[in-house]
Every structure is written in C-alpha cells, then in structure tokens.
C-alpha cells in the first residue's frame, strides 16, 4: 500500500491507537497526547476496524456510482488513452462528435 508523505496516521500509529485504547485509555485521552495526530473520532475509527492481523486500511473508491459512465463511451475513451490523447484532447474529440456535452 502506498502511503503519502503527508498522512497522519499510518497503520503502525493506527496499530499503537489500538493497544492504548483497548488497554483501557479512552480514545479522547489517547488523542490529546502531543505525539498521536488524529482526534477522538479517528481513535474510534481505529479500533472499530481492528482485525485479527492489525489495522487494515480500507479504499476510498465509492462501491456504486450514481450515474455512471456508460460503456461505449468508457470504451472510446479507452481508444483516445491508448493512443496517449490528454484529458483536454479526449474531451474536445468526443465533443466534436457529439458523444459528450
């Protein structure tokens, strides 16, 4: 798993969250200390997702789209990308040929 350089907890800080709290610390007194950057909240996220194995994190990609793209237009998209238009480029091609507004 990627972790970007600018996360403020990653799984070994959610892990710690975790020990403290189950060992009887409540999330709000664990969030105060200087050295834990996540407040009460996120603490409770944290144990609520504790697994078995440790803190496993989650995907943030939605599990259904409200309205999603239909195929023949993924599928041309998927045409332009392949022969390495840009975004821009892509949308001004299926703009002109009447397929996207």
Same mark, same amino acid.
């Given at each position: 798993?990627?972790?970007?350089?600018?996360?403020?907890?990653?799984?070994?800080?959610?892990?710690?969250?975790?020990?403290?709290?189950?060992?009887?610390?409540?999330?709000?007194?664990?969030?105060?200390? &200087?050295?834990? /950057?996540?407040?009460?909240?996120?603490?409770?996220? $944290?144990?609520? @997702?504790? %697994?078995?194995? *440790?803190? !496993?994190?989650?995907?943030?990609?939605?599990?259904?789209?409200? &309205?999603?793209? /239909?195929?023949?237009?993924?599928?041309?998209?998927? $045409?332009?990308? @392949?022969? %390495?238009?840009? *975004?821009? !480029?892509?949308?001004?091609?299926?703009?002109?040929?009447?397929?996207?507004?």
């Amino acid at each position: 798993m990627n972790i970007h350089k600018n996360a403020r907890l990653t799984p070994n800080g959610r892990e710690r969250i975790v020990r403290q709290v189950l060992s009887g610390r409540t999330p709000k007194a664990v969030s105060q200390r &200087r050295r834990l /950057p996540a407040d009460h909240r996120q603490m409770g996220r $944290a144990v609520s @997702r504790r %697994r078995p194995g *440790g803190v !496993q994190d989650r995907s943030s990609r939605a599990y259904r789209l409200y &309205r999603p793209t /239909p195929d023949h237009i993924a599928d041309q998209v998927g $045409a332009l990308r @392949r022969q %390495r238009y840009t *975004g821009k !480029q892509i949308a001004a091609e299926l703009a002109q040929a009447g397929v996207w507004k």
